[in-house]
């Protein structure tokens, strides 16, 4: 019961339910056209199955994505079966290895369910109605249609699922196609082909005497390639927690220097929300304040753990970490937005041009690295060093202040009062680790906040 009473934002849900309305009235216009395809119910069980079996090995892909052959499965129901089935078996087969769980509530389960039936209903309709050209070549229909109806089936997918993270999390439309989808285009119209195919070979057996043979055949060569998304994924998954692991064990080196990524990314995760990023971008700037000191695992720790003052040459060592973060990131550049990257390099620069590594001044300055640089300085001011005792929460907010204009952006810091007035968690460092190291909070405080039901999770089939 507790699962039905879970409902997303007003507009979420409204938007689910015009899809599946949508998908009723397409439906309906599909059953009224006329059709002279026999059905056999051995097919349907068959292609049924294919259905349920591509739905359940989906896999994830970077930015959110996730790819299964769902999507040639439809194409191939789509050329094999009267209008009107395609689409039903899509409806009512594509059961998620998330079924039933708390993390799929019923809601998320009926928009893919209706967004994946309602681009094969679509799909169904335009191949019905570019085979209704009796006067062109069978052949020249079947390649031209496949084509047609799988741009049809990506732009009603890849639009609904983008209208519906827009919706849940505020992200503009554009930036949503650009960083997670823009590219799934091209795996869309290269696997078409694969869709018309498997209901050809179904058509015309070449094994048994039974076109399902062939067609399984032809699936196992295509779950081959799933293995290599898998061991992909695997190894970013991997790569993700050995940062976590060297960002924790930097942390732990120094008692003064503990928790101190994670106070970073909380301050920085206010001032952003307060700014009015959207859901993206806060958990990027959070997960940029997370590792902006990375490169600190290069730095000897005779240098980095030193309890007296630094001298010229070893401050300069210091001064390299930025540059040394992106040499340790290396591997997994090109997976770190151009605004992660400089957080990482650029968070030690000042307004007034005299920081490093750059000396950029002013708004030359990325906006991100504004933002996880003032957080740095205050959680290192309240931290405090073996040879510079902590300062209390006042005193460095009032050092913040005054360098507004010289070493912080002025607007970075009239947002940083409002938040520090409000007494938020990060205000009082020794608050901050008792809250954070609390069962109760842990997970509240470790990451930024998900977003709504309908997330950039929502599995999009390619």
């Not at 009723?24 to 009224?32: E, N």
């Not at 990506?154 to 919706?167: G, K, P, Q, T």
């Not at 300062?391 to 050092?399: I, R, V, Y």
């Amino acid at each position: 019961m507790r699962f039905l009473l879970q409902l997303p934002s007003p507009k979420v849900l409204a938007f689910i339910l015009g899809l599946f309305a949508a998908f009723i009235a397409v439906q309906t216009a599909l059953f009224s056209l006329p059709e002279n395809k026999k059905l056999v119910w051995i097919d349907v069980l068959f292609w049924a199955s294919l259905v349920l079996i591509a739905k359940r090995t989906e896999v994830k892909l970077p930015l959110n994505a996730t790819m299964s052959h769902s999507f040639i499965v439809a194409l191939a129901a789509v050329a094999l079966f009267p209008a009107w089935l395609a689409s039903l078996l899509i409806f009512f087969f594509s059961f998620a290895k998330d079924q039933g769980k708390a993390n799929y509530p019923w809601y998320k389960d009926l928009f893919n369910r209706t967004q994946h039936a309602l681009a094969t209903a679509l799909a169904s309709l335009v191949w019905w109605h570019i085979h209704s050209l009796t006067y062109i070549d069978r052949n020249i229909l079947d390649a031209l249609g496949i084509v047609v109806i799988s741009v049809v089936y990506f732009a009603v997918n890849i639009s609904s699922v983008i209208y519906v993270i827009y919706l849940s999390s505020g992200a503009s439309i554009r930036k949503i196609w650009s960083e997670n989808y823009s590219w799934l285009w091209v795996s869309y119209l290269v696997q078409a082909p694969v869709g018309l195919l498997l209901a050809k070979a179904y058509q015309v057996p070449l094994i048994g005497g039974w076109g399902g043979f062939t067609v399984l055949f032809m699936m196992l060569l295509l779950y081959f390639s799933r293995y290599y998304w898998d061991e992909k994924v695997k190894l970013e998954e991997t790569f993700d927690e050995t940062i976590e692991v060297l960002v924790a064990a930097l942390d732990a080196k120094d008692p003064f220097t503990r928790l101190h990524s994670e106070r970073v990314a909380a301050i920085s995760q206010s001032i952003a929300k307060r700014m009015g990023f959207d859901e993206q971008d806060v958990k990027r700037i959070t997960y940029a304040a997370r590792i902006h000191d990375i490169g600190k695992v290069a730095i000897p720790d005779s240098v980095l753990l030193k309890p007296t003052k630094l001298t010229a040459e070893e401050y300069g060592l210091i001064k390299t970490h930025p540059s040394k973060g992106l040499e340790v990131l290396h591997p997994m550049r090109q997976r770190l937005s151009k605004d992660v990257q400089g957080v990482i390099v650029h968070h030690h620069e000042r307004w007034d041009g005299t920081g490093y590594p750059s000396r950029l001044k002013g708004e030359r300055i990325p906006l991100w690295a504004r933002i996880v640089s003032l957080a740095d300085a205050y959680e290192a001011m309240t931290a405090g060093r073996a040879y510079t005792p902590a300062k209390p929460p006042q005193e460095a907010l009032n050092e913040i202040i005054m360098f507004a204009g010289r070493q912080f952006d002025p607007q970075v810091v009239k947002i940083f009062e409002e938040l520090w007035l409000e007494d938020p968690i990060w205000k009082d460092r020794e608050e901050f680790l008792r809250r954070y190291t609390s069962p109760a909070h842990l997970s509240a405080l470790s990451s930024p906040s998900h977003s709504g039901p309908a997330s950039a999770t929502l599995p999009t089939s390619s």
